[in-house]
C-alpha cells in the first residue's frame, strides 16, 4: 500500500508541475473579427439584430408558422442532424471518462497435458488452474494530453448542436421563402388570367374592326397570338407553382402534394430589419458558431499532438484469486497482486508522433481559414440580402408608377383604335408591357419578402 501512496504522490506533484507547460488555452483570433463589416449605412452600429425575433414573431402567417412547424418535426435533415448530436454527446462522454482508470474482471480455467519428459512431467501428468483477477490500469494527465482530448471532444460536441441549429435556421428560411415565392406566383396567376380575359374581348373587338375595315387580318393575328402567348404563360406559372409544392412537401417530410396558403396580398412585414454589428454573427448564426467549435477542436488536438512527444506515466494493477484446487480458490492463500508503475518516453517511431503533430498544425491552420471565410461569407450575404431589400422597395415604388402609366397609354389607345386614330401595333405594345411590368410588380414584392427571408437567415434567425 505504501508504494501505492509514494507513485500517487510523484503522480501528483509532476501534475501540479507540468501540465501547464504544454497545453495552451484557446484564445479567440479577435484580429480576424474586427475586420469584418456590413455593406450597409441604412443602419445604426448599435441596432440589436432582427435574429434576436422568434420566427413566430416574424412571420405572422398563421398557415406559414404551421408549415414550418410540421418541417421541424419531419424533415429528414432535422432528424440526421439529431443523430449526429448524439454520437457527438457519446464521444464527449468518453472524453470525460479519459480521467478515471480502467477495470476489468477476468475469468479463466486452464487446463494442461505435460509431456512426460518436461520439467514438471514426471511429477503431473496433466495440470488445472483456476483464475479469477480484476485489472486496473491508468495514465496521469501530466503534459495535459487527457484534458485536450476532452475539450476536443466537447467542442465537436458543441459543433454538432451548432450544425442542427443552421440546419434548422436554413430549414425555416426555405419553407418560408418558398411559400411567398408560391403565393406571388397565385398573384401572377390572377394577374394572367385577368390579362387573357382582356386580351380574348380585344380579339372579338379586332375582328369586328376588321369587319368595320378598320384593321387588317395582321392586327387580328397579332391579337391572337397574343391570347396564345398568355395562355402559355399561365401554363408555366402553374406549373412553377406545383414544383414549388413538391419542392416544400419533401421539406417537410412528405410526399408530393397541394401546399394550404393564403393570399400574397395579406402578407405584410411588420418587424423592422436590423443587422446590428459584425460580431453578433459569432453568438446568433450557427454556421459561424460551428466553424469556430471546429477550430477549437483542430486547436485541443494540436496540444494532444504535441503531448505524445513527452513521457507517459501509468500504474497498473492486477489482484484477484489463483488456485490448482476447485476447492481452495476462495481463500486467503489465493489471493495475489501485482502492482506496476511505468514510465514511456518514445525515441524512435518511424517519425509518427512529428507526423501527427504536423497534420495536427495543419489542420488547426485550415480550421482558422474556414473560421474566417464563414465569418467573411455571412457578413457578405447580411450585406447582400439588406441591399437586395433596400433595392427592392424602390424597384416597387418605380415599377408601379411604370405600370399605372402603361394602363393609361392601354385605355387610351384601344379608344384612339376604335375611333380610327391609332395604329393597332400600338394597343398591342402597351397590353404586352403592361402585363411585363404588372408582373415585374408582382415579382418585386416577392423579392422584398425573400431579402427579409435571407436577411433573417443570414443573420443566424431562426433557431432562439
Given at each position: 500500500?505504501?508504494?501505492?501512496?509514494?507513485?500517487?504522490?510523484?503522480?501528483?506533484?509532476?501534475?501540479?508541475?507540468?501540465?501547464?507547460?504544454?497545453?495552451?488555452?484557446?484564445?479567440?483570433?479577435?484580429?480576424?473579427?474586427?475586420?469584418?463589416?456590413?455593406?450597409?449605412?441604412?443602419?445604426?452600429?448599435?441596432?440589436?439584430?432582427?435574429?434576436?425575433?422568434?420566427?413566430?414573431?416574424?412571420?405572422?402567417?398563421?398557415?406559414?408558422?404551421?408549415?414550418?412547424?410540421?418541417?421541424?418535426?419531419?424533415?429528414?435533415?432535422?432528424?440526421?442532424?439529431?443523430?449526429?448530436?448524439?454520437?457527438?454527446?457519446?464521444?464527449?462522454?468518453?472524453?470525460?471518462?479519459?480521467?478515471?482508470?480502467?477495470?476489468?474482471?477476468?475469468?479463466?480455467?486452464?487446463?494442461?497435458?505435460?509431456?512426460?519428459?518436461?520439467?514438471?512431467?514426471?511429477?503431473?501428468?496433466?495440470?488445472?488452474?483456476?483464475?479469477?483477477?480484476?485489472?486496473?490500469?491508468?495514465?496521469?494527465?501530466?503534459?495535459?494530453?487527457?484534458?485536450?482530448?476532452?475539450?476536443?471532444?466537447?467542442?465537436?460536441?458543441?459543433?454538432?448542436?451548432?450544425?442542427?441549429?443552421?440546419?434548422?435556421?436554413?430549414?425555416?428560411?426555405?419553407?418560408?421563402?418558398?411559400?411567398?415565392?408560391?403565393?406571388?406566383?397565385?398573384?401572377?396567376?390572377q394577374i394572367t388570367e385577368a390579362t387573357?380575359?382582356?386580351?380574348?374581348?380585344?380579339?372579338?373587338?379586332?375582328?369586328?374592326?376588321?369587319?368595320?375595315?378598320?384593321?387588317?387580318?395582321?392586327?387580328?393575328?397579332?391579337?391572337?397570338?397574343?391570347?396564345?402567348?398568355?395562355?402559355?404563360?399561365?401554363?408555366?406559372?402553374?406549373?412553377?407553382?406545383?414544383?414549388?409544392?413538391?419542392?416544400?412537401?419533401?421539406?417537410?417530410?412528405?410526399?408530393?402534394?397541394?401546399?394550404?396558403?393564403?393570399?400574397?396580398?395579406?402578407?405584410?412585414?411588420?418587424?423592422?430589419?436590423?443587422?446590428?454589428?459584425?460580431?453578433?454573427?459569432?453568438?446568433?448564426?450557427?454556421?459561424?458558431?460551428?466553424?469556430?467549435?471546429?477550430?477549437?477542436?483542430?486547436?485541443?488536438?494540436?496540444?494532444?499532438?504535441?503531448?505524445?512527444?513527452?513521457?507517459?506515466?501509468?500504474?497498473?494493477?492486477?489482484?484477484?484469486?489463483?488456485?490448482?484446487?476447485?476447492?481452495?480458490?476462495?481463500?486467503?492463500?489465493?489471493?495475489?497482486?501485482?502492482?506496476?508503475?511505468?514510465?514511456?518516453?518514445?525515441?524512435?517511431?518511424?517519425?509518427?508522433?512529428?507526423?501527427?503533430?504536423?497534420?495536427?498544425?495543419?489542420?488547426k491552420e485550415q480550421a482558422l481559414l474556414?473560421?474566417?471565410?464563414?465569418?467573411?461569407?455571412?457578413?457578405?450575404?447580411?450585406?447582400?440580402?439588406?441591399?437586395?431589400?433596400?433595392?427592392?422597395?424602390?424597384?416597387?415604388?418605380?415599377?408601379?408608377?411604370?405600370?399605372?402609366?402603361?394602363?393609361?397609354?392601354?385605355?387610351?389607345?384601344?379608344?384612339?383604335?376604335?375611333?380610327?386614330?391609332?395604329?393597332?401595333?400600338?394597343?398591342?405594345?402597351?397590353?404586352?408591357?403592361?402585363?411585363?411590368?404588372?408582373?415585374?410588380?408582382?415579382?418585386?414584392?416577392?423579392?422584398?419578402?425573400?431579402?427579409?427571408?435571407?436577411?433573417?437567415?443570414?443573420?443566424?434567425?431562426?433557431?432562439?
Open positions: 500500500m505504501k508504494y501505492i501512496i509514494k507513485s500517487l504522490l510523484i503522480v501528483f506533484c509532476l501534475s501540479s508541475l507540468q501540465s501547464c507547460f504544454v497545453a495552451k488555452d484557446y484564445e479567440r483570433p479577435e484580429d480576424n473579427i474586427e475586420s469584418v463589416s456590413y455593406r450597409t449605412d441604412q443602419l445604426p452600429g448599435d441596432s440589436i439584430p432582427v435574429s434576436k425575433v422568434s420566427w413566430r414573431e416574424l412571420f405572422k402567417d398563421t398557415i406559414l408558422q404551421n408549415h414550418i412547424e410540421e418541417a421541424l418535426i419531419n424533415n429528414q435533415d432535422i432528424r440526421i442532424a439529431l443523430q449526429q448530436i448524439n454520437a457527438a454527446n457519446s464521444f464527449f462522454k468518453q472524453g470525460k471518462a479519459g480521467y478515471f482508470p480502467t477495470v476489468d474482471v477476468n475469468g479463466t480455467y486452464t487446463h494442461q497435458e505435460l509431456s512426460p519428459n518436461s520439467q514438471f512431467g514426471s511429477f503431473f501428468s496433466s495440470l488445472d488452474q483456476y483464475e479469477l483477477n480484476a485489472s486496473l490500469s491508468w495514465e496521469a494527465d501530466i503534459w495535459g494530453k487527457i484534458r485536450s482530448n476532452k475539450r476536443a471532444a466537447q467542442a465537436s460536441f458543441m459543433q454538432s448542436q451548432a450544425v442542427h441549429k443552421a440546419v434548422k435556421t436554413d430549414l425555416i428560411s426555405r419553407i418560408a421563402s418558398g411559400y411567398y415565392q408560391i403565393l406571388a406566383l397565385d398573384e401572377q396567376v387573357l380575359k382582356s386580351r380574348r374581348k380585344s380579339l372579338e373587338t379586332t375582328k369586328a374592326l376588321k369587319e368595320a375595315g378598320n384593321v387588317t387580318s395582321v392586327a387580328v393575328s397579332q391579337t391572337e397570338a397574343q391570347v396564345y402567348n398568355a395562355e402559355a404563360l399561365l401554363i408555366d406559372l402553374k406549373n412553377d407553382i406545383k414544383l414549388l409544392e413538391n419542392t416544400l412537401s419533401i421539406l417537410k417530410g412528405e410526399s408530393p402534394n397541394q401546399l394550404a396558403r393564403s393570399n400574397f396580398s395579406k402578407q405584410e412585414i411588420n418587424q423592422e430589419l436590423t443587422t446590428g454589428i459584425a460580431s453578433d454573427l459569432l453568438e446568433n448564426r450557427p454556421d459561424v458558431i460551428a466553424a469556430e467549435y471546429s477550430l477549437i477542436n483542430a486547436f485541443e488536438l494540436t496540444n494532444a499532438a504535441k503531448s505524445r512527444f513527452y513521457p507517459s506515466i501509468t500504474i497498473s494493477a492486477t489482484g484477484g484469486f489463483q488456485s490448482l484446487d476447485p476447492s481452495d480458490f476462495i481463500s486467503a492463500n489465493s489471493l495475489f497482486l501485482t502492482l506496476i508503475g511505468g514510465l514511456t518516453q518514445p525515441i524512435f517511431n518511424r517519425r509518427q508522433i512529428r507526423t501527427e503533430y504536423e497534420v495536427a498544425l495543419s489542420e474556414n473560421f474566417e471565410k464563414t465569418l467573411l461569407v455571412a457578413s457578405r450575404e447580411v450585406s447582400d440580402a439588406m441591399l437586395n431589400y433596400e433595392n427592392a422597395q424602390q424597384r416597387i415604388e418605380v415599377k408601379t408608377k411604370e405600370y399605372e402609366a402603361y394602363q393609361q397609354a392601354l385605355g387610351d389607345s384601344k379608344e384612339l383604335l376604335n375611333n380610327g386614330l391609332a395604329n393597332y401595333l400600338e394597343v398591342l405594345s402597351a397590353q404586352e408591357n403592361a402585363l411585363a411590368t404588372q408582373l415585374e410588380v408582382s415579382q418585386t414584392k416577392f423579392d422584398k419578402f425573400s431579402a427579409m427571408v435571407e436577411l433573417y437567415r443570414s443573420l443566424g434567425g431562426g433557431w432562439q
